[in-house]
């Protein structure tokens, strides 16, 4: 059972996921992610009813995060729907697949979760501490639909790994991989995310949970554990988007690579200290 106290964090992680989110184009999952494992945990899921309870509430989220921060991108002028259905189509396919394995098993357990997670975040932030950025104003390449394609397939799976939503891949890949300008970069991610966790989600609607954590509870998604973050979106992901505009690539990379290194850190302790 949740305390009022409770609620007022969730409500405080929340704002500040939606901002990340907004900000850079990730979809807040890297802040939802250990925000849920707390509270879950503390509402009685465990293992791997654990993880697909963590998995459904950080997707759910992002679908509100991510679309307010794309809408916020489109009404900016800086939206580019070619790029993300090109990206999403394929991801969406690789994303629900691999939920429906993870959903109907039970080899999904906390513990291989989190050096899941832990191995994702490292290589981004080797990845984003030591890449050079690209030009702000002008793209270096032009990258061909195929590799949109393969980006959304692999950033898929991710989602349904790590239920980040994608943003933590696509937006290294298509920056220090694929050379796209940054903030283009953050508008394509943030576009996709929400595609991927809209279908996902769904999925995590209709498919009956192991474990019953609140009469508030519909599939694995508990609304009042969700609900305070969501609002949350509304207000706080458009102004995130706003300070993306604002700020030069240095800054966005620092942010990146900062809040990455301290969830990193926080799962090792869990892993190898805290046991």
């Known amino acids: 059972m949740l305390e009022l106290s409770d609620y007022i964090y969730i409500t405080l992680f929340g704002c500040l996921g939606a901002f990340i989110s907004g900000f850079l184009g990730v979809g807040g999952g890297i802040i939802y992610i250990p925000v849920l494992d707390y509270f879950l945990s503390k509402l009685g899921m ?3 009813v654990l993880v697909k309870g963590i998995l459904a509430n950080s997707l759910f989220t992002i679908i509100f995060s991510g679309s307010v921060s794309s809408f916020k991108q489109y009404k900016i002028g800086n939206f580019f729907p070619k790029e993300i259905l ?6 969406i396919a690789s994303a629900l697949v691999l939920t429906h394995l993870i959903k109907s098993g039970t080899w ?7 050096y899941v997670f832990a191995a994702l975040l490292l290589v981004i932030i080797v990845r984003m501490f030591f890449a050079k950025p690209t030009s702000e104003t002008n793209e270096i390449h032009i990258a061909k639909n195929y590799q949109y394609n393969l980006t959304g397939f692999f950033s898929g799976i991710i989602t349904a790994f790590s239920g980040l939503g994608g943003g933590v891949i696509m937006t290294p890949v ?5 050379k796209q300008n940054i903030k283009k970069a953050s508008s394509i991610s943030n576009g996709v ?14 498919t009956p949970a192991q474990f ?7 599939g694995y998604v508990i609304f009042p554990v969700v609900l305070p973050m969501i609002l949350a ?3 706080f992901a458009p102004m995130g988007v706003k300070a993306s505009q604002k700020s030069n690539q240095k800054t966005i990379r620092f942010v990146f690579v ?18």
Do not use: C, M
């Open 174 to 178: 298509f920056t220090d991989i694929l």
């Open 233 to 235: 979106a509304f207000v």
């Open 46 to 48: 465990h293992d791997d």
């Open 258 to 275: 900062t809040f990455a290194s301290i969830i990193f850190i926080n799962i090792l302790y869990e892993l190898f200290i805290k046991k």
């Open 212 to 218: 019953v954590a609140s009469q508030w509870q519909i």
């Open 193 to 206: 995310i929400p595609l991927f966790a809209i279908l996902v989600g769904i999925h995590n609607l209709i």
């Open 86 to 91: 090109h990206t999403a189509i394929p991801g």
């Open 108 to 114: 999904y357990v906390r513990s291989i979760y989190l």
